[in-house]
């Protein structure tokens, strides 16, 4: 939609950004593992005068079933003010909630009642495979020209995954982004540095790799993705790959520094074959040469065996498993989340080629299942998705990663939740006690929160 003035939601760089309104609503997928009930869009309220905080508060069911959503984003950001961009009117409004098994997209509106998200629209998985060739849609950036969105694989199951187009205001598929992929098949997510043309991009595995669960021939085989690729920005075209070694399984989330003057970024790796640690790696532009470097490394811990999922039993112990990272606007603090051993840790990234550890939370986790004070139970998953808010103050965490996988690691069931934990501007956190929302059997993903978070946007211009 065109409005007059650039939607106040929308700062031109990541340290105006921080100065924000508190934010007061989130919206969460949660999933039906069973795929027998359509998903939703829940709405949390995150305000802490009102007296429904940290309750839901309306919910978005969905007409299909076996979507299985995952990520999600906005129709349109900060990205609006760069020069670039040819129609910067345009509002923060619309979520595009794609189905990472189905391969459907909807289009949900926020508007006039943000507790009452409505579906604006429905892209069909045969539109996405004739206008883009792509399947299983992942990723959703909201960028200067265009809405940018990334895909798993072709509708086959097997590759090449890719990134393809829509447009901002009418939703319509463009098609393929890539006009020269090199030697890039594997997909899962990606992000840009807009002030150097450039897009990251990372690897997981082909829908046929990942759907049925994590394939343990693949797996030690080193079959799974563990490689960065650099593309330029403006032409479309694979610029280099860079190998973190076979034995990194499975490169995930990517979190580029915020500041656009900056050429680095955080990438989290799942699992490494040597010894079941988890890891963060750097990549860097050094003298004109983009490089990668790991700088965090998180080791598997020591259990007994009868604790363990069978998929485990065999190495008696717990694999962190990192599945997720978010980094903080000012660029000084990462999060990343370790979903197996069920602990959320917080670095001072400050230098970014030494990362320091400064806070460390545990919440469920495959053998710990350590608890919140709110809920009645051991807590079931871990940390997973991790979301921060624009100021940097609050941290929001959901439990679930993908049902066939969720059967894997914790086969006894995952029970829903979201917790909230506190950031002390100088480093730490803690557990917020009067914040958990329990979503029963379904199961929660991804959360955005209302206005923005430190994932959402991109900037062009530097903080002053």
Known sequence: MTTFRPDPTFYPSPSLAQSAPRETLAYVVVIDPTYRTPDALAVLDLDPASPTYAREVGRLELPHTGDELHHFGWNACSAALCPTMPHPHVERRYLLVPGLRSSRI?????????????????????????RSGYSRPHTVHCGPDAVYMNALGSPSGEGPGGVFVLDHTTFEIKGPWEKDRGPQYLAYDFWWHLGHDTMLTSEWGTPNMVEDGLNPEILLAGGYGHRLHVWNLRTREHVKALDLGPEQQMVLELRP?????????????????????????????????????????????????????PLLQGFGAVPPLITDINLSLDDRFLYVSCWGTGELRQYDVSDPFEPKLVGSVHLGGIVRRAGHPRAPEPLTGGPQMVELSRDGRRVYVTNSLYVSWDEQFYPAGIRGWAAKLDADPAGGMTLDPDFYVDFGERRAHQMRLQGGDASSDSFCYPNP
Request: no cysteine.
């Open 257 to 309: 520094a915020h500041d656009p003057r900056q050429t680095y970024g955080f990438v989290g790796v799942v699992t490494s074959l040597k010894d079941l640690s988890a890891s963060v790696w750097l990549w860097h532009l050094d003298r004109g040469e983009w490089k990668v470097r790991k700088v965090i490394e998180v080791p598997a811990e020591p259990a007994d065996p009868s604790l363990l999922p």
């Open 106 to 130: 909807y289009v949900v509106d926020t508007r006039p009642d943000p507790r009452r998200p409505t579906l604006h629209k429905t892209i069909e998985p045969e539109e996405l495979h004739a």
